[in-house]
């Protein structure tokens, strides 16, 4: 009689079970009533455990407390004994844009992390590095309006490592704005120069060609007279008809070996330290 009653009130009573399927009634039972309930109730209860809707396992049934920690895929499928579990929730795997922006962001890191190992960020190497700069060609950059010429000199003040320097044919009227430190050989072949005034600053000038400019005048040559200039070219200039032009050349700058591709003659020295008049004669060429 006392079984009836019990079996009819745990048919009766709400559901030993939370709706996460974890079993509460050892929380509100006493363990007498729980051994009782175990081997009489459970014939009562339902074959498949209680589920949530987002349960990954349809209805097989899982078992509980021995299986408390193990993951749901390594779970067996075998009846239900003792407490039951809910599955936990299976979520669905990232989409296909998720998956290329994954992609894409690992790329970055990676890409980052490279250019931290080489020392050099890549803000830095988009940076212009004109300051360290040791042979730099800027041939024929057509400079045909003010503020791209402007420019240009914007980067020839910043050469102060620069050696060698070819500024071949780029429309250049004046450099006196420029000085180039460390520069021992300077193109400036087939630009617009008239006076050696618009030269830049060169203090260690070794090599230096003017040819196809417009110089008709040897003033401002002193500006190199103490430099170590060794060989200079100005073929093609105005200033190549004087009389005496060689002469004059070599005893301005001391420390000079070719001029215009010609080494010292013997006659260039008949005039060292000759002072010519100031009125500059020019040979006639019939």
Not at 10 to 32: A, E, H
Not at 174 to 197: F, Q
Request: with cysteine.
């Amino acid at each position: 009689m006392r079984y009836e009653s019990f079996r009819d009130s745990t048919c009766t009573s709400p559901s030993p079970f939370s709706s996460s399927g974890v079993n509460t009634l050892s929380d509100s039972l006493p363990k007498s009533h729980l051994s009782h309930y175990s081997e009489l109730g459970v014939a009562h209860l339902p074959a498949s455990v209680h589920r949530s809707p987002d349960s990954g396992l349809g209805s097989t049934p899982l078992p509980a407390s021995r299986f408390r920690f193990a993951s749901w895929h390594h779970l067996p499928q075998c009846d239900l004994t003792g407490d039951q579990l809910t599955c936990p929730r299976v979520r669905e795997g990232p989409s296909d844009d998720e998956l290329i922006q994954r992609e894409a962001r690992v790329g970055r890191r990676r890409r980052k992390r490279r250019r931290e190992e080489e020392g050099q960020s890549w803000e830095e190497r988009r940076q212009e590095n004109w300051e360290n700069s040791l042979e730099l060609n800027l041939s024929y950059q057509d400079l045909g309006d003010d503020f791209q010429e402007q420019n240009f000199l914007r980067i020839l003040r910043r050469l102060i490592r620069v050696e060698q320097l070819q500024l071949v044919n780029n429309s250049l009227s004046n450099l006196s704005s420029v000085c180039l430190p460390r520069c021992r050989i300077l193109n400036l072949h087939r630009n617009h120069l008239v006076s050696l005034h618009q030269l830049p600053k060169l203090p260690v000038v070794e090599q230096l060609c003017l040819s196809e400019n417009a110089i008709s005048s040897l003033e401002g040559l002193n500006a190199l007279r103490n430099s170590s200039l060794r060989s200079l070219n100005l073929t093609l200039n105005p200033v190549t008809f004087f009389q005496d032009y060689r002469a004059r050349v070599f005893s301005f700058l001391p420390n000079l070996e070719i001029l215009d591709g010609v080494p010292m003659l013997p006659e260039d020295q008949l005039h060292t330290g000759f002072q010519f008049p100031q009125i500059t004669r020019m040979c006639n060429i019939l």
